[in-house]
């Protein structure tokens, strides 16, 4: 008996799931109506936690990100500023004198405590070897700064929005930068070179240089931007396929609100 009615409850079920999916329902939901009333309460009831929890999260990442971005502006002035891109390698065995040199400014060591500088930033004249690189260095220190500034938008505009702004701000700044890098050795035959290197300068070769930490610097700033740039873009896809349909209105500007 129990076989039987187990068979005959099958073939119910078999028939009404059969005639759910010729109407377009879906056969559980067509058998247990009351299981999408009890779906649609616990979706009310976990939906304000699920949108508490991604705006943490989100604002955790958003946070270290807006201070990674700030250290990349920070590294930019210190690239652009300091006059340490190459210097020599052990003057008392090359014959040559001891100094650094930057992209506005030649510093070489004297019999003061204070190394004799040449040039400065305070002129806005760099080097005649180093013009272009200092453009491009500048362009990118400008970028970074303006997708800096752009953090105040969070306030005004959609995370998403912003997100994007600023992550093709860093992608130019990055590539900027890189174009510098790659620049900077073709230019070392020049008279500033070979004052403090010697004769022994070409492009891409010191001489007795080699180069310094403003320049291993500057390559570290094209990686930190690139990441950053990625991450930008990452965060302002997520942004809104990572909640659910009813929240993605209200989570608009909650990032970075107070």
């Known amino acids: 008996m129990a076989a039987t009615a187990l068979r005959h409850c099958l073939s119910v079920c078999v028939c009404v799931c059969e005639r759910g999916r010729g109407r377009g329902l879906h056969p ?37 990100w807006a201070v990674c971005t700030l250290c990349l502006a920070i590294i930019q002035v210190v690239v652009l500023v300091q006059p340490s891109w190459v210097g020599t390698m052990d003057p008392r065995h090359q014959g040559a004198h001891s100094g650094t040199m930057g992209l506005f400014e030649v510093c070489v060591e004297s019999d003061w405590p204070v190394p004799d500088c040449r040039g400065g930033l305070s002129s806005l004249s ?34 998403a929005t912003v997100y994007k702004i600023c992550g093709w701000l860093q ?27 010697g004769d022994s300068v070409s492009s891409f070769s010191p001489g007795s ?12 700033g094209v990686l930190d931007a690139a990441i950053l740039a990625t991450l930008a873009f990452v965060l302002a896809n997520r942004q ?13 500007g909650l990032l970075m609100s107070a």
Request: hydrophobic residues 50%; contains cysteine.
């Open 28 to 64: 559980v939901l067509h058998l247990h109506p009351h299981i999408l009333r009890h779906s649609d309460t616990r979706r009310r009831f976990f939906l304000p936690q699920l949108q508490t929890e991604f705006v943490r999260s989100a604002r955790a990442v958003g946070v270290l």
């Open 171 to 197: 992608l130019t700044a990055g590539f900027c930068l890189a174009l510098a890098c790659l620049l900077f050795p073709d230019s070392w035959d020049g008279p500033e070179m070979r004052s403090l290197c």
């Open 240 to 252: 809104d396929a990572l909640l659910p349909p009813d929240t993605k209105e209200v989570t608009t």
């Open 126 to 159: 760099p080097l005649p070897s180093f013009q272009s690189v200092a453009v491009l260095v500048g362009v990118s220190l400008w970028t970074v700064w303006t997708s800096v500034l752009c953090l105040c938008l969070f306030r005004f505009c959609s995370a």
């Open 209 to 220: 240089c080699s180069v310094h930490w403003a320049f291993i610097l500057a390559i570290l």
